[in-house]
């Protein structure tokens, strides 16, 4: 994070970090539109109605005060007031509601916005940060293959990630149908009570998990072992997942011919599905981990999570799952499947764990010089030229002598100065012609504004990994 930044939890990149997030931006933008996504801009405020639905991030939302109001907030009811979004989810179901007359459904759209959460700032989590988003959201039904289809689309774009030093990843896979359609096969009947009790698992411990099963869920010591038994399930192979829930079925005595049973074999069917498609993008890239509770209770479909090889502390760097209660209108619903990366999260680790960078300040290219100030016009048209050829070009900021101009340039790491024709030079002479340098290798050479091209290793700004940079200068 940049010195100064004293706003705690409100981070500011210098330029060779704010050029990793760019290209880390542009990287999701051509995987998502390569895969037909639309892009959308929401608003940064919503209503406190709006807001307030996820009750669990309550206390995190920052409300808006005009300064002549402050101190009498209180006047305008909480549902009124507008505050800044602290997901993404939130604006997409307002925003499908107000346009669905302008919307062709199923409508896919990505997004990647900043977001606010009043939270405690550390490492990796901040309370102003981007969030990079893809739903799909139908029209009353939403076919189940997008559920095996997105993640993939945010697999392929982690995958490219690798390339600015990120781990690989792994997306962890369960299903609501799975879970509980088990659970009521072996006789429990509040499925999100259980739900809540497994997803402590990593922060109790199996014994303390059997006692909460059987306190607040109303289960006996086997049907809690029997979720524990379920939540232990990580599978990579497709007939080994079936294979290994129908050993726990039997051993549980749970009648296969029974809708319960029904249930779950379409989750598991579907997160086979997930398994045997993530194969062709890569061996073991996707698991089935029937530990995953988290969101379960919201959730009506598949739901993931997404861990990086290596940095385990990051938690779930991109999550997810199908939803068909978080968007209507009247008795009209629109079922979604959508996945969240948490790109400000990921950033950070890039830049302190993985050490990315730019290779260069400056994205420019080339530095055109300028001989005196009466022939700056020449040099502007020297840019204009370069531009135009899609070269980056930017022009000295004063007329100093060369030697200073060149100094200007290596500190921006600006691997090319060109030297305008000196309108003072002798006929005939080396300086009457267009000169452009390398001043990392020191070539000079003679060069046409309209043939000449960079060295491919110079050409662009480029994101690299740990210490390697860019030749010395």
């Known amino acids: ?23 880390m931006i542009d990287t999701l933008r051509n995987v998502f539109e390569l895969h037909g996504f639309m892009g959308i801009e929401t608003r940064a405020v919503e209503t406190g109605a709006s807001l307030l639905k996820k009750g669990e991030t309550s206390k995190q939302i920052y409300l808006l005060s005009r300064l002549q109001d402050v101190g009498h907030e209180s006047d305008e009811p909480l549902a009124e007031r507008l505050g800044l979004h602290f997901d993404l989810t939130v604006p997409l179901s ?49 076919p189940d293959h997008y559920e095996v289809e997105l993640p993939l689309v945010m697999l392929e774009a982690m995958e490219r990630f690798q390339a600015f030093g990120l781990p690989q990843a792994t997306i962890h896979v369960n299903n609501r149908k799975l879970s509980e359609g088990f659970y009521r096969a072996i006789g429990l009947s509040d499925v999100e009570a259980v739900l809540r009790e497994v997803d402590k698992l990593d922060k109790v411990g199996e014994d303390e998990v059997v006692k909460s099963l059987m306190q607040y869920c109303s289960a006996n010591r086997e049907q809690a072992q029997a979720c524990l038994k379920l939540a232990e399930i990580r599978e990579y192979e497709p007939h080994a997942l079936r294979e290994k829930f129908d050993a726990l079925c039997h051993s549980y005595d749970v009648d296969t011919t029974s809708e319960h049973y029904a249930l779950a074999i379409e989750g598991v069917e579907t997160v086979s599905m997930i398994l045997r498609e993530a194969e062709k993008v890569r061996s073991h890239a996707v698991i089935a981990d029937l530990a995953i509770a988290r969101g379960l209770d919201y959730y009506t479909g598949s739901v993931y999570e997404t861990s990086l090889e290596g940095a385990e502390e990051l938690g779930s760097v991109c999550s997810g799952g199908r939803y068909d209660n978080l968007v209507s209108q009247g008795n009209k619903k629109y079922p979604g499947v959508g996945l969240s990366i948490g790109l400000s999260r990921m950033l950070s680790y890039l830049l302190h764990t993985q050490g990315a960078h730019a290779n260069r300040q400056s994205p420019a290219t080339v530095l055109v010089g300028v001989w005196n100030e009466e ?86 700004q480029e994101i690299v990994v740990g210490s390697e940079s860019a030749p010395a200068q």
Do not use: C
């Open 94 to 142: 307002r925003y499908v509601v107000e346009h669905t007359g302008d919307l062709t459904f199923p409508f896919k759209r990505w997004q990647i916005q900043k977001v606010w959460r009043g939270e405690r700032p550390q490492e990796g989590r901040f309370r102003e940060f981007v969030q990079a988003d893809i739903d799909v959201v139908g029209n009353g039904t939403l």
């Open 375 to 460: 022939n700056r016009d020449a040099s502007n048209a020297i840019a204009r030229t370069l531009r135009s050829r899609q070269i980056a070009s930017d022009v000295a900021p004063t007329a100093q002598k060369i030697g200073k101009q060149i100094r200007y340039a290596s500190r921006l790491g600006i691997p090319y100065v060109w030297l305008p024709a000196d309108p003072n030079a002798e006929p005939g002479s080396e300086n009457a012609t267009d000169q452009v340098k390398n001043i990392i290798t020191g070539e000079q050479m003679s060069a046409d504004v309209n043939t000449w091209v960079p060295a491919s290793e110079y050409g662009k």
């Open 1 to 23: 994070m940049a010195k100064g930044a004293s706003v705690s939890g409100f981070p500011e990149w210098l330029p060779q970090e704010r050029a990793v997030e760019q290209q």
